[in-house]
């Protein structure tokens, strides 16, 4: 082999070192470089810097304001008897409600310490009536996917993935349990196919032990297979 093929070789074996160092350079930084993490918005007009604490190891910490958007994970440190009064009747009165309900419709998670339920502070002074509408409207935000946990369950919950769709998932499962086992009570003189129509998709109805049914409603609870119970 002469001189001119031997620098070759070795031009061309110093080229594949080179591309072969740089590609496992370039494998190594992108193991390295992390995924960007999720934002969790805390709606206080003050720093809550034990919450903060909680949080920054897992999650962007930011703090409310008009011009977000977007998030994935909402905290109330604290719900003031307007807010919780204007989420439970889904009423957006004002920007925080607006981002608060956005949030829910968008199927992200929404968290309220409940330590920060002002209302229960008045346990022991409020009118029993006035402290039940408030209990109401909390087992409200419940109902609508809105997380209550305590300061010390906070992180756990936050990291809780698919925790929304979940609560949602049960809520309907129940709805549609409570539809199918609960009969309902039909007590007209005349029951007509137009009067069982609305009462198409439960499995069992209970009539009036008076109540004529037409020949008509007759056939449409065999088509439908709705058990008749008399009473």
């Known amino acids: 082999m002469n001189a001119e093929a031997l620098d070759r070789a070795a031009i061309i074996e110093a080229?594949?070192?080179?591309?072969?160092?740089?590609?496992?350079?370039?494998?190594?930084?992108?193991?390295?470089?992390?995924?960007?993490?999720?934002?969790?918005?805390?709606?206080?007009?003050?720093?809550v810097t034990e919450l903060e604490s909680i949080l920054n190891q897992h999650f962007e910490v930011q703090y409310y304001d008009e011009s977000l958007r977007e998030c994935d994970v909402l905290i109330l440190p604290k719900l003031c008897l307007q807010l919780l009064s204007n989420l439970a009747q889904g009423i957006s009165a004002g920007q925080r409600e607006?981002?608060?309900?956005?949030?829910?419709?968008?199927?992200?998670?929404?968290?309220?310490?409940?330590?920060?339920?002002?209302?229960?502070?008045?346990?022991?002074t409020a009118p029993v009536l006035l402290y039940k509408l408030y209990d109401g409207f909390a087992n409200k935000l419940s109902s609508y996917g809105i997380q209550l946990v305590k300061e010390s369950e906070l992180l756990a919950t936050c990291l809780q993935e698919g925790r929304v769709e979940q609560v949602q998932q049960s809520l309907c499962a129940a709805q549609h349990e409570k539809m199918v086992t609960q009969p309902e009570v039909l007590n007209r003189k005349v029951i007509t196919e137009a009067d069982l129509?609305?009462?198409?998709?439960?499995?069992?109805?209970?009539?009036?032990?008076?109540?004529?049914?037409?020949?008509?409603?007759?056939?449409y609870l065999r088509m439908q297979k709705i058990e008749v119970h008399r009473r």
Do not use: C, H
């Open 15 to 47: 080229v594949t070192a080179e591309v072969i160092k740089r590609l496992e350079q370039a494998k190594w930084k992108q193991s390295t470089v992390k995924a960007p993490r999720k934002m969790a918005v805390l709606m206080a007009t003050e720093p």
């Open 98 to 124: 607006r981002f608060i309900l956005t949030m829910l419709l968008k199927g992200k998670q929404v968290i309220v310490l409940e330590e920060g339920l002002l209302y229960r502070r008045y346990k022991s």
């Open 197 to 219: 129509k609305k009462y198409r998709l439960q499995k069992q109805i209970v009539i009036d032990k008076n109540s004529i049914i037409t020949p008509l409603a007759q056939d």
